[in-house]
């Protein structure tokens, strides 16, 4: 499998965008969001066959697992909400049945804001307390200069998750399982049992740095927790559907471990030693590893700051 694939056009636009608001450029209140969203409304969505009757589209917001048959759809991610038309053009591709649950892996707006009409449309939201805490109030990420308001009632996941489940359809297993806090405090990671398919949400960014939103409960050490779960179970076989990035593989994922292993104890052991953060950024402790995983949405100098705040 390739690393990653070529970004979209609202990945770039997201990935500007963060860039200077690291970089302290004068950026209005919406700019990073608004900016994805007028991407997602242009409405590109790619279709990747998986195996077995599950697919990935990508293009709207983070990476969405679909997993269809007769009994209806099981969505891992609903997307943005302005690429709604688009979205049901191309769920309808995979066949006539409805979506019949959606799982949200975490509250990012990239990951969630199509919850409101695909509940309109009769699905069932499932998350976790932590996420739906999250989405029905104000909740302010800094690093995108945005505050999200509460999301409307059609928005707000009907089913709340505080363990293990598993949906049976489709002859699949679909396990909904509840990760301690990671990219942030609530997220989920799904398993598509028999087609050995597993959808992560944003605790794994495929070849890039990833963002961790300290703010609302992630952390690095829970990142790498939550991806050493993976790796027990996971095998040369199994297909991983990132957050953002190309469907991956073990050695990938065990990759991306490591790397976040490295930075986390290269960034924690100059903390210890009493630098402060613009001082530890200066250090450049992602340099080894930058040319590969640093050309992406979080920069090496925005993810120093992530690992910095976590350790």
């Given amino acids: 499998m390739s690393t990653i694939r070529t970004a979209t056009t609202w990945q770039r636009a997201l990935s500007l965008a963060l ?7 004068a950026l209005s209140e919406e700019s990073v969001v ?27 917001g983070g990476n969405i697992t679909v997993l269809s048959g007769p009994d209806g759809k099981f969505l891992v991610d609903s997307g943005i909400g302005l690429s709604k038309a688009a979205m049901q053009a ?3 591709k995979l066949g006539s049945s409805p979506v019949k649950y ?20 009769g699905a069932t939201v499932i998350a976790t307390p932590q996420t739906v805490s999250h989405l029905t ?20 996941p009907s089913v709340r998750l505080t363990a293990d489940k598993t949906y049976t359809m489709n002859g699949e297993s679909v396990v909904v399982h509840p990760l301690m806090a990671s990219h942030t405090d609530g997220d989920i990671s799904v398993y598509f049992k028999h087609a050995d398919v597993l959808a992560t949400g944003d605790t794994f960014w495929n070849g890039v740095y990833p963002y961790i939103d300290d703010e609302h409960g992630g952390g690095i050490n829970g990142t790498i927790a939550a991806v050493d779960s993976y790796l027990k179970f996971v095998t040369d076989k199994t297909i991983i559907v990132p957050g953002h990035g190309a469907a991956a593989d073990r050695k990938q994922l065990l990759e991306y471990r490591d790397m976040l292993v490295a930075v986390r104890d290269r960034v924690a052991a100059l903390k210890h030693q009493g630098k402060t953060l613009s001082e530890v950024v200066a250090a450049k402790p992602t340099a080894p590893f930058d040319a590969k995983w640093g050309k992406f949405i979080v920069t090496p100098e925005l993810f120093t700051k992530l690992v910095y705040e976590g350790v």
């Avoid at 608004?34 to 709207?60: C, M, Q």
């Avoid at 949200?104 to 449309?121: C, E, K, P, V, Y």
């Fill in 19 to 25: 860039i200077g608001a690291w970089a302290g450029s």
């Fill in 34 to 60: 608004d900016k994805v969203n007028a991407e997602a409304a242009k409405g590109v969505i790619v279709t990747h066959a998986l195996r077995a009757n599950v697919a990935e589209l990508e293009g709207s």
């Fill in 90 to 92: 191309s769920l309808a």
């Fill in 102 to 121: 959606v799982a949200n892996t975490h509250w990012h707006w990239d990951h969630s804001d199509g919850d409101a009409w695909l509940q309109q449309a």
């Fill in 137 to 156: 109030q104000a909740s302010r990420v800094s690093d995108w200069n945005h505050t999200f308001p509460p999301v409307s009632a059609d928005g707000v």
